[in-house]
Structure formats: structure tokens, C-alpha cells
């Protein structure tokens, strides 16, 4: 079976995963969905109809209300990669949404995920 490219990938698949590594680290799920919301635009109910129709990475992003423009300050490594650096504009947003899950599961300030 040929291997998924990171567009093609399940968010619905990731999200738990997200609620999982956050909470281990003593964060919550309200505080995961708040830096989703802060990156891509979705409340609640959009990002549980996400999960709910089973949505690639791609489609994921490509229907997400409103990328907050201050997004491109999101900077450091993730993966092995600098995300300012990534020049896939697709697998940039992605390494975006790990970083800030990363920064949130390390305890980092909710101001300070959210570029304020």
C-alpha cells in the first residue's frame, strides 16, 4: 500500500492524538481547540465537522474559515524541519499546527502560542 503524503493524512486521526499529548502534559482539550481556533479560524462546531466528515489535512485546511495572518511568526523546528523555512505552503500550515500543540504541551503561555 503506497504511503500517505502529510496533505492526505486524516485530521480526525491526528486530533486525538493532539487531545492525548497535551493532556498528558497536564493541558486541556478547550485549551488545544483555543490554539486550533487561534490558527485556523474553526470554533467548536466546525472542528468537530471536520472529525465528523473525515477530512484530510488538505481539505482540513483549505476550508478553514480564516488562517490568522499572524501564523507566519510561528518559527522554530518541528519534525526536523524549520517551519519558516518549509516552502510547501500546505506542509508549512501542518508543521504550524504541530508546533503550537508542542509549544501548548510544554507548558508554554497561551499568549505566547498565540503571538500576542
Known sequence: MPR??????????VYPMY???VEKKGRTKVELDEVIAWLTGYDEAG??????KENDFATFFAEAPA?????????????GYRVEEIEDPLT????????IVDELAKGKAMEKIKRG
Do not use: H, S, Y
Request: include cysteine; charged fraction near 25%; hydrophobic fraction near 40%.
Open 19 to 21: 487531545v492525548q499529548k
Open 92 to 99: 508549512q500550515k501542518i508543521r504550524w499546527l504541530d508546533k
Open 67 to 79: 488562517l490568522n495572518p499572524a501564523a507566519d511568526q510561528i518559527t522554530g523546528v518541528i519534525c
Open 4 to 13: 500517505k503524503t502529510i496533505g492526505e493524512i486524516e485530521f480526525g486521526k
Open 47 to 52: 472542528l468537530a465537522g471536520q472529525i465528523a
